[in-house]
């Protein structure tokens, strides 16, 4: 059972949209910034998003994240078949003193 | 660009041993708190433990805490991971990685994988 919460899978059509939830507490989301992670198949995971909203140089501006109280959110604008992938969110709790994930979320194109 | 490189995963049996590297590159090492994480066959990502950048702050998931150990040697830009008593379920990849705030992890490197059986 992961700290945060994510919603196992979201799908789209090509050029659509997606928004994928990541639902914490106030030990962890809501005092800490969120990153998020993209790991395509049978890689290691790749930073997509930090501090909240920040675009890593190679990440593009179809990625976008926000974050309000203790949920956050990633949205994936103009979906494209490469982008299918598992996304993960995570955050430092301030109770456990580490970083914490979501469970992940399967995107499909 | 920074690379991470991890060896010395394997096949151990239950209440064995096993030490994991992580060799970095291109980037300054020593100025980066790093961090160990994991990924059980066909689950998401656990965070397994992180230090500071002397070595001397240390933390551990409540699943390894006592059985685990991390270490530095910044002098050889070097990440380990001793880990002891191993159980079945501490079967994984295991990731090294940078870590800055708010979970923040740019640096990856490409896994080991650990499989604990008898």
């Known amino acids: 059972q992961s700290v945060l919460t994510q919603p196992p899978s979201v799908s789209a059509a090509p050029g659509q949209k997606v928004i994928i939830s990541c639902s914490g507490s106030?030990?962890?989301?809501?005092?800490?910034?969120v990153s998020w992670y993209q790991q395509l198949p049978r890689t290691a995971p790749k930073l997509l998003i930090f501090?909240?909203?920040q675009r890593p140089s190679g990440t593009p501006d179809r990625f976008s994240g926000s974050k309000s109280g203790t949920s956050a959110t990633l949205a994936i604008t103009g979906l494209q078949t490469g982008d299918e992938a598992d996304y993960y969110c995570?955050?430092?709790?301030?109770?456990?003193?580490?970083?914490?994930f979501g469970g992940g979320t399967k995107v499909t194109v | 660009q920074g690379r991470l490189v991890e060896s010395g995963g394997g096949l151990v049996k239950p209440g064995g041993s096993l030490r994991l590297s992580c060799a970095a590159s291109?980037?300054?090492?020593?100025?980066?708190?790093m961090s160990w994480i994991r990924q059980a066959p066909g689950k998401g990502l656990e965070w397994v433990s992180h230090l500071a950048t002397s070595g001397s702050l240390t933390k551990y998931a409540a699943s390894v805490k006592g059985r685990f150990i991390i270490s530095r040697d910044n002098a050889r830009n070097s990440l380990f991971l001793q880990m002891n008593s191993l159980r079945v379920e501490d079967t994984a990849v295991y990731y090294c990685a940078t870590l800055r705030t708010g979970g923040r992890a740019d640096v990856w490197g490409q896994g080991t994988t650990v499989i604990v059986s008898s």
């Open positions: 995570a955050t430092w709790d301030d109770s456990l003193g580490g970083v914490v």
């Open positions: 501090d909240i909203n």
């Open positions: 106030t030990s962890n989301i809501g005092n800490n910034y």
């Open positions: 291109g980037f300054p090492f020593r100025d980066y708190f």
